[in-house]
């Protein structure tokens, strides 16, 4: 498994960089956990290292495939896991968890810990950075692995992972036919078909639901119980917008948004046309007629729905790193939860739904 490869890699003397980094400087602990983690979740790592190459490059790649985070933690290097795990027999918390026959989660360790709280009256300088129009387009995957074969030669398979056209919260992109295909070649060292549509599954889902990531700078106190890897919540009272929220009225009154618009709600809309409202960005309430369409003055506009409300987000923590005068700056990347509390991206993850079309 790839957490015991890593770990001889870092200390060993002979095969890896332990003359550089030796045993003090690896958490066996944490190291442990993610090997057991592996191994109750079938993440094998069953290949062959032909080449020289950056070493915490090859771990850092290498990771990713197996849901784990390398971070380094006070001069310390460590594999852990990326997502929510049952503390129970280490597997990934499925969403949605399993439930009794009462209909009650049986599991509940798939929601997040949450190690801190953050507000607009305890950081400073915000900043949110959205990710490309490229960066959050959604595609089909197509992932190489290998079958082994015994007494004969491995057999390279290809399994196809796409989102279908119909999911399970309405404000999801849909896949399509149409999404560009992204390759990942697993081949070299995962003989599991599980493994590959798994990964499969948690890369369309990353690509899907996250779309920002975040800096800022509090104080030590607020930042005390923090390590990267760990997840905090940030409620702001700022004003916010949607992705999703947000379209183009035609000429004719027809609304063309991701989700659907009801009359009455609150936009921001500019008309690049017309002269009144050319240099200036408008808020008001949207008018939809009977006939569905929006009224005459909010037509060849671009808008998007204002949420007014206050924001409740949870990040999970990048890292952490000492800012000017003492404050600590966290840098952390959007974890979107389901209605009900669990982590989004591992929604059908584990073992499939309808949200997912595979084939082989």
Known sequence: MLPEIAYALLTDSEIGAGKLIGVTAVDKDKMTVAAKFCLANGFFWDGVITQSQNLREFIFTQAAYCFLDFTIIGGRFSLYPSVPFNTTDLTIATVPPPTNSSGEPIEDTGKPSIKA??????????????????ERQVFQARVLWRKEQENGFAETKVVEVSLSDVQSTESWQVGSENDPIETFDMST????????????????????????????????????????????????????????????????????AQKAISNGENIYYWNPKSEE?????????IVILDSGLASETFRGCVFTVAQTDSSDRVYKVESLTFAEDGLVEVAG????LTSNGYVAVLHQVYDGGGDFIEST
Do not use: W
């Not at 549509?197 to 119980?225: C, E, K, N, S, W």
């Not at 409202?277 to 309430?285: A, I, Q």
């Open 117 to 134: 709280l953050f507000t607009d009256g305890n950081i400073k300088d915000l900043k949110v950075s959205f990710l490309s129009p490229e």
């Open 333 to 336: 990347s959007h974890v979107p």
């Open 189 to 256: 060292f995962c003989t599991s078909n599980k493994h590959a549509i798994r990964f499969a599954r948690y890369a369309l889902r990353t690509r899907q639901l996250v779309d920002h990531g975040l800096t800022f700078q509090t104080t030590p106190q607020a930042a005390m119980f923090l390590m990267p890897g760990d997840y905090f919540r940030l409620y702001s009272e700022s004003t916010h917008t949607s992705r999703f929220a947000n379209g183009v009225i035609t000429e004719g009154g027809v609304i063309q």
């Open 277 to 285: 409202l050319r240099d200036e960005v408008k808020y008001g309430s």
